[in-house]
């Protein structure tokens, strides 16, 4: 039993700046891998960056290379999400995943795909004006 719960979202002017938060609990002792995904209105739900747990390795999507930045408190299960520079086209609810138990039936070392993540936040929403 795992929940994850996301924190830090709101509205921003572009240039901008928030950090995202999200806790794990419950059952977390095996976890492989954490990270974020954004969702914004009639779009699918993409990959923007995550990290392997034991190597401490980071990744992300292209559109948020430089800007973006993912970082994580080993000892709270707890990973951020520093967003610099925000665009309009950022603007989206934004999800907390996590990979625990279990590593994903792809064995894929990156973990870009919604289906190698076991675990979801409730998502958080991101709003960036002109």
């Known amino acids: 039993q795992v929940q994850l719960v996301e924190s830090g979202g709101g509205l921003v002017q572009a240039g901008g700046s928030l950090r995202l938060s999200c806790a794990a609990s419950?059952?977390?002792?095996?976890?492989?891998?954490m990270g974020w995904f954004r969702q914004a209105p009639g779009k699918e739900r993409e990959f923007v960056a995550g990290?392997?747990?034991?190597?401490?390795?980071?990744y992300y999507a292209d559109s948020v290379k430089g800007r973006f930045t993912i970082s994580r408190d080993n000892a709270k299960n707890t990973v951020f999400l520093q967003m610099n520079s925000l665009k309009p086209e950022d603007t989206a609810v934004y999800y907390c995943a996590a990979r625990i138990g279990s590593t994903p039936y792809s064995g894929n070392l990156y973990y870009k795909s919604t289906r190698d993540y076991n675990y979801w936040g409730q998502g958080t929403q991101v709003t960036v004006s002109l």
């Open positions: 990290t392997r747990w034991s190597s401490d390795m980071t």
């Open positions: 419950g059952r977390t002792f095996s976890t492989y891998a």
